[in-house]
């Protein structure tokens, strides 16, 4: 589908989406309450037909106070794809899980909350991936401290 | 094995010594078992990142060909392994099973780390969260070998220096001794391009062939054309 009709369908789902410019492929933005409805239509409208989450990420804004969470979708029918991207502020950042309608959520999910630290509203077992059971904090995180890491010195 | 007619004094001229008259022959049994652990080192393949591309397969590949140095038996298990050659970045959570393998190994083992990630952390050693800055934080390494990653080459000059270090040591006497790890640079005076006119003429003489100047001169068929 070209990118215009599938941006102009996209609006009339759903009157609020915001398309977003400067972008290599079709992209669009949402506020994170109406994400599981709008995800939910996208995977059932026959004409869209996103049946493939590809990627979910995470980028932290700090100087914005909010993480943008991102969706990389593709449809297998109709060969496009599409990328939504919502945001959650950063000291409250909850949002509800998309393992309802892709299963493979379940596991993006736990990697963004392992190194980003969002929580997921019905997402069925929120573990760690990566890193170790115990370990404190989330990495990815722009503001993250340890006693591990280095400090770069000046020479260098 | 059946008995060879060559007397054994010739195969190993430096490490056998003849009696005058007698039919007895004196051997450095230190020599006679280094000679044999040198020559048939058997790898562990550990290789965590992009190293093990270089290390593992290129060098293990025909064209440069580990068997040379008889190490060519890479072994799965670290039960059958006496050479770890950790090729690759370490992270926290691979730590305890590298430290694992190492111990799981036979004695006498061998390590090598080969590239800067192995070495001292490379490009992660600063705001890396999970990077072990260097393998020897966990397990005692014999030889170094630099590059990002090393090159094949590199990695022979690696494995001949540890090589030397297992003739040179005293298995007999002070066994499980460790000589001080050293640090197998390639030799200075070796540049790039001189690699690369090497690499060239290598190309030039085995993989392209002129298939007429080749007919011309009589090189392909047996015969001249007319």
Known sequence: METQTLLEKLTALEPTVMPREKSDCPAITISPELLLGFMKKLKAEPSLAFNILCTHTAIDWIAENRFELIYQLYSLEHAHSLRVSTSVPRDNPLLSSMSSIWRIAQWQEREVYDLFGVLYHGHPDLRRLFLEDDWKGFPLRKDYQDDFMLEKPEWA | ?226
């Open chain 2, 1 to 226: 094995m059946g008995l060879t007619r060559e007397p054994l004094i010739h195969k190993f001229p430096f490490y056998l010594e003849p009696i005058p008259g007698g039919s007895l022959v004196l051997a450095s049994l230190d020599k006679m078992i280094n000679w044999a652990r040198a020559n048939s080192l058997w790898p562990l393949t550990f290789g965590t990142s992009c190293c093990a591309i270089e290390v593992m397969m290129a060098a293990g590949a025909s064209h440069h060909d580990l068997a040379r140095f008889g190490a060519e038996v890479t072994r799965p298990s670290p039960r059958q392994a006496d050479l770890l050659v950790i090729a690759g970045t370490i992270v926290k959570r691979m730590a305890p099973r590298l430290r694992t393998l190492y111990e799981q190994m036979a004695e006498p083992r061998y390590v090598i780390a080969t590239g800067s990630c192995a070495i001292s952390g490379g490009p992660f050693i600063y705001h890396s969260y999970t990077t072990i800055r260097g393998a020897d934080e966990i397990i005692p390494v014999d030889v170094y070998v630099p590059g990002c990653p090393p090159r094949p080459e590199e990695f022979f000059y690696g494995l001949l220096t540890l090589q030397k270090m297992i003739k040179e040591g005293e298995t007999i006497r002070k066994p499980g001794v460790r000589r001080r790890p050293v640090l197998a640079a390639l030799p200075p005076g070796i540049t790039l391009s001189q690699i690369q006119k090497e690499f060239q003429k290598l190309l030039e003489e085995k993989a392209c062939v002129n298939m007429q100047e080749a007919q011309e001169k009589g090189k392909i068929f047996g015969r001249k054309k007319e």
